[in-house]
C-alpha cells in the first residue's frame, strides 16, 4: 500500500493575515506598530494576543491589563506572536476525522508544547535560529495532519497498527509502506514558502538512518537535535496521543553533543509547561 499527494497538490493558502505576521516576524527589526495594525483586521486573532498578554505569566509585575494591541505584542513578545499565527494558520487549515487515538486537538497541543521547548532550547544554544526552529517544532508533523485530511483510510491503518503492535508512526509507515509523514508534511510545506532549512528538519526528524545526516551542515543539526528532543520530551509529558507508543528515553550522548545538562532539561520542560498553560487560556 503507498501513499503519494496528488499530482500538482497545493495546500491551502496560509491565511492571509498569518503570511503577513510571519514575514514581518522573520525581520528582527519588525515594526511592532506596523505588525498591531495588520493584526487587528482579525478580531478573533486579536483576542488571542490581548487575553495571552493580560495573562497571570506575562501580566504578573508588568503592570495593569492592556486593551492596547500594540503594547500586548510588545508584552508577549515576537516569539509566542509566532507560535499564535502558526497554530491559528494549522487549524484554519486542517479538518479530519478522529483515528483512534489520534485527534486534531492532541495533535494541536503536541506541535504547540514541542515547538515552545524548540524555542527555550534554542535561545540557551542556538539564539540565530529561533524562528526557524520554532517553526519546524511547531510543523514538524503536518504530515500526520495531511494524512487525516487527504488518507483517512490510511492514517486509520497506521494508526491501528501502532495501537496493536505498541510502535510508533515510523515504524508503522516501515512496515506498511507508506510515506513517512516527515517526508510527506515537508514536501506540501512548499505551498507556504516555509524556509528550506526548516523544511529540511522536519523532513529528518524521524529517520533513523545516520546517512540521512551526512550532508548536513553542523548548525542544521543541531537544530535538528533541539527538534528530536523536544518531541520525546513532549511525549514523555503528556503531549502526545492517547494509547500511542514510543520510544522516550534520552540518550546522554545526545545532551553531551548540545552543550546541555539535565538541569537545563528541567529548567526549559518548567519554562515550556508554563508558557503552554498561559497560552492554552487563549
Request: charged share 25%.
Amino acid at each position: 500500500m503507498k501513499m503519494h499527494l496528488p499530482e500538482g497538490f497545493k495546500l491551502p493558502a496560509m491565511p492571509q493575515i498569518a503570511r503577513e505576521c510571519l514575514v514581518y516576524l522573520y525581520n528582527p527589526n519588525a515594526d511592532t506598530g506596523v505588525l498591531s495594525k495588520s493584526l487587528s483586521r482579525d478580531i478573533g486573532i486579536s483576542a488571542s494576543i490581548l487575553k495571552l498578554a493580560n495573562s497571570s505569566q506575562f501580566l504578573l509585575g508588568k503592570g495593569a491589563p492592556t486593551s492596547d494591541l500594540n503594547a500586548a505584542i510588545l508584552r508577549i513578545g515576537h516569539d509566542n506572536l509566532r507560535q499564535l499565527m502558526i497554530l491559528h494558520a494549522l487549524e484554519a487549515t486542517f479538518v479530519f476525522k478522529d483515528s483512534m487515538f489520534f485527534d486534531f486537538k492532541s495533535f494541536s497541543k503536541h506541535c504547540s508544547f514541542v515547538s515552545l521547548l524548540c524555542t527555550d532550547f534554542a535561545k540557551k544554544i542556538a539564539p540565530d535560529s529561533i524562528a526557524d526552529i520554532q517553526m519546524a517544532g511547531l510543523m514538524h508533523d503536518v504530515g500526520l495532519a495531511i494524512m487525516g485530511s487527504l488518507f483517512h483510510e490510511n492514517l486509520s491503518l497506521m494508526v491501528k497498527y501502532c495501537f496493536e503492535n505498541k510502535v510508533d508512526f515510523a515504524i508503522a509507515e516501515e512496515k506498511l509502506g507508506l510515506e513517512p509523514h516527515c517526508k510527506l508534511g515537508a514536501r506540501a510545506l512548499d505551498t507556504w514558502e516555509i524556509p528550506a532549512r526548516v523544511k529540511l528538519i522536519i523532513s529528518l526528524h524521524d529517520s533513523r538512518k545516520p546517512d540521512d545526516r551526512k550532508e548536513v551542515e553542523v548548525n542544521t543539526i543541531k537544530l535538528l537535535d533541539i527538534l528530536i528532543l523536544s518531541d520525546i520530551l513532549a511525549h514523555s509529558y503528556g503531549f502526545g496521543f492517547k494509547e500511542y507508543k514510543r520510544d522516550t528515553r534520552i540518550e546522554l550522548s545526545m545532551l553531551k553533543r548540545m552543550g546541555i545538562s539535565a538541569e537545563d532539561v528541567k529548567e526549559i520542560v518548567k519554562s515550556a509547561l508554563e508558557t503552554e498553560a498561559a497560552l492554552s487560556s487563549t
